[in-house]
């Protein structure tokens, strides 16, 4: 069981193309993360938010806390974007707890 | 300014020794976090310290796993008899502020591996 769930788990695209990863989870959330993590390890946080829509450059994230989903998207694709996108949700504690990632690959 | 830096980066124990994980978060940055990642896992919370009060340890797996920040920056995370099962990146976090659901920043882990 696992209480936070990405969508797809491995993704590959084209360079260029627009990219959508999901993240559903089970109950209600003070705020969600996504994170990029590359080979080797390092994460980064790309956004945290609780309601609405948040954009950096071509990312862009937007929750909808009715459905408890929330969508990572990427314009124009690039092979520099390849890594893994990790989803994570605080319910009403401190504790990140963390979806199993989305692998992506992007080919130039 | 630097970031959250660990050490070592890559780890290798033989089973049944003690190892020690250091994590230095972010100056002045209030809450620590660590994290366990089993490879092919998302991350999983272990523990958690405001200053140098360790809030919520209910993410330890076993009694041999201890957790430390005694002047509440540099904090330590030390196995006692490492078993296989210990294989896995640690990664400490850090946030600025004591309220809650701050944005954390992720240090680059370490590695360890168990034989």
């Known amino acids: 069981k696992n209480e936070v769930e990405q969508s797809p788990q491995n993704l590959t695209a084209q360079e260029g193309e627009f990219i959508t990863i999901n993240c559903s989870y089970s109950?209600?959330?003070?705020?969600l993360h996504w994170l990029q993590q590359h080979p080797g390890g390092g994460i980064v946080s790309l956004f945290m938010l609780s309601s609405g829509k948040k954009k950096h450059g071509r990312l862009i994230a937007t929750i909808n806390i009715q459905e408890k989903h929330s969508s990572l998207h990427i314009t124009a694709s690039h092979p520099r974007d390849s890594a893994v996108y990790i989803c994570a949700v605080y319910y009403n504690t401190d504790k990140l707890i963390f979806g199993t990632g989305t692998r992506l690959q992007v080919f130039p | 300014g630097a970031g959250v830096s660990q050490s070592p980066r890559y780890k290798v124990a033989k089973r049944g020794q003690d190892v020690a994980l250091r994590c230095d978060p972010i100056?002045?940055?209030?809450?620590l976090f660590w994290y366990q990642q089993a490879l092919g896992q998302g991350p999983e919370f272990l523990t958690y310290f405001q200053n140098e009060a360790q809030l919520d340890k209910s993410g330890l797996p076993s009694d041999r796993f201890f957790a430390e920040r005694p002047e509440g920056s540099v904090s330590t995370l030390k196995i006692q008899r490492t078993q296989q099962e210990d294989s896995a990146v640690y990664l400490c976090?850090?946030?600025?502020?004591?309220?809650?659901?701050?944005?954390?920043?992720f240090g680059p882990g370490t590695r360890l591996t168990v034989l």
């Open positions: 976090a850090s946030s600025l502020s004591d309220t809650p659901y701050n944005e954390q920043f």
């Open positions: 100056s002045g940055h209030v809450s």
């Open positions: 109950v209600g959330i003070s705020a």
